[in-house]
């Protein structure tokens, strides 16, 4: 056990809980709790939706894709950052005008039934076990590089700390710990980018050059084919990538911290920019770390390739910069674990407890309680999830999480905004196609059943042939939209469509808007 970075840990741990402290202050409402009482700028929004996005997944996910496939590695990563061009054009403005603590309250904003918020809270429920799923992985095989301990106790120790941010502090401490960790770790990586390319005299060509016979893949380093045989299963992971942010409910949840929708669209550009730059400099590690640290060794820590970040920040600045880099990788965990469990909590109390279960008329103080219990229940589950999926690549983790997201809720956001038609069965049938079809092509694929012992969950043949299902199941969600729509009664709720596509783009209903043109 190292003692560096026993120290590091417990100075990050401290600092965020003193960030905690202070943020339990201000959290005395449910808004504050739900959405930091709506009060984050631009900039500081933008941090935090980097914050979310910059997770375990992209960090050592991808850095370890890359090291180990090469260029289909950035498969996974250059869907994910077009996929904020969707978020800003389409979805970022309408949900913080019609929004307010959830996406629930977007499409109820639409459609007053119950219905329709128990399953949009159902699905943010789930897609936030999924997406939590992949930090919790990589936490267990952080801990056990690091301080030899078990890969199911470090996985039980990282709950109960993120639990503690999200108790006391709520999205206030969420949101201040995701600032803060955003700039860690843009320092952090900053610092191994540059002596990476030290290591290539900052001559970026010659990199390229090197790559070309510095693996075990030679040439095919650098071509698409490594993992992804298949041009459809490449394209069908890119598409859920490029679709999926615009509906995940952790990310969405960052519109409604801000006060109106302008801010909001700011707070996308800022963490488009955040997320383009570590992206490019994320690429250039993954190279250095299948250069430096070798496939082979990349593999004996984790074989999905999880832990080449630590392992190339100890070859380029020994156990000091090991120890930062793996504390910072902590950090992100934490911080993305807490935002997740929190987007969920929200769902159940806000959407469950109070507008179904009370009717709307639980005190603030009560579903404050409730969202604490919510926490607890869902960080058990997801650990006791985690305990089964340790193989499995953390980006590859999230990467489903994403396409889960894309299937179910982005055809109902967008159908909501933009389609007079649309009604409560057409919202229904989308979100329950997208969510369980996803679900059931995912446990049929490659991931879950391989003819080779240890590949995948279960021994056996793949019915579903490709790893990732977005080409059947983001299709099928919009389909299930639609034909739920066009075969319900004609005469069933479609809400109020035109009152919807003003407020949308206005942030005002009707009547403020014709009261402004008078």
Do not use: C
């Amino acid at each position: 056990m190292d003692v560096k970075v026993v120290t590091l840990f417990t100075l990050i741990v401290a600092v965020t809980l003193l960030i905690t402290y202070y943020a339990s202050q201000k959290t005395n409402s449910a808004s504050s709790f739900y959405t930091a009482g709506g009060g984050l700028t631009g900039w500081q929004n933008g941090f935090a939706i980097a914050g979310d996005f910059m997770s375990a997944s992209s960090f050592l996910g991808l850095i370890g894709a890359i090291s180990l496939v090469g260029y289909d590695g950035i498969f996974l990563m250059y869907g994910a950052l077009v996929s904020y061009l969707v978020v800003l054009l389409l979805v970022a403005e309408p949900l913080r005008n019609l929004g307010k603590y959830t996406l629930a309250d977007m499409i109820v904003e639409r459609f007053q039934a119950r219905k329709v918020r128990g399953v949009t809270a159902f699905n943010a429920l789930t897609i936030s076990i999924f997406y939590m799923l992949a930090q919790l992985v990589a936490a267990g095989d952080l801990f056990k590089l690091l301080l030899n301990i078990r890969y199911e106790i470090s996985v039980v120790l990282v709950g109960l700390v993120m639990l503690i941010y999200v108790i006391f502090g709520g999205m206030t401490a969420t949101s201040w710990v995701q600032i803060t960790k955003a700039f860690l770790l843009l320092g952090s990586t900053f610092v191994i980018f540059v002596m990476v390319m030290a290591k290539f005299d900052f001559n970026f060509l010659r990199v390229f050059e090197e790559m070309q016979t510095a693996t075990p893949l030679k040439e095919a380093y650098l071509a698409p084919g490594a993992k992804y045989a298949n041009g459809l299963d490449a394209f069908s992971l890119t598409l859920g990538l490029i679709l999926g942010t615009a509906g995940l409910p952790h990310v969405l949840s960052r519109f409604l911290t801000v006060p109106n929708a302008k801010v909001a669209r700011k707070s996308v550009v800022y963490s488009i920019w955040i997320i383009g730059l570590f992206y490019v400099m994320v690429i250039f590690l993954g190279f250095a770390a299948a250069k430096f640290v070798g496939a082979q060794d990349i593999v004996a820590a984790n074989p999905a390739g999880n832990m080449a970040a630590p392992l190339l920040a100890k070859i380029l600045g020994g156990d000091l910069l090991f120890a930062v880099v793996s504390a910072v990788a902590f950090a992100t965990i934490l911080a993305v674990v807490a935002g997740i469990v929190i987007t969920g909590a929200t769902a159940f109390s806000h959407d469950f407890y109070n507008e179904i279960v009370k009717g709307g008329k639980a005190t603030e103080k009560e579903q404050i309680r409730m969202a604490r219990f919510a926490s607890i229940g869902i960080t058990v589950l997801s650990i006791i999830l985690a305990l089964f999926v340790q193989k499995m690549n953390v980006a590859f983790l999230a990467s489903l999480a994403l396409t889960v997201a894309a299937s179910s809720n982005l055809p109902v956001i967008l159908y909501t905004v933009y389609w007079r038609r649309f009604n409560i069965t057409g919202a229904i049938t989308g979100m329950l196609v997208g969510l369980i079809g996803t679900i059931l092509l995912v446990a049929l694929s490659p991931n879950v059943w391989s003819p080779e012992q240890g590949k995948a969950l279960f021994v056996g043949e793949p019915i579903f042939p490709l790893a990732s299902p977005g080409i059947v199941s983001i299709p099928l969600g919009f389909l299930g939209a639609y034909l739920g729509t066009v075969f319900s009664a004609r005469k069933e709720q479609i809400g109020n469509f035109e009152e919807i596509l003003v407020k949308s783009n206005t942030g005002s209903d009707i009547k403020g808007v014709s009261h402004h043109g008078v």
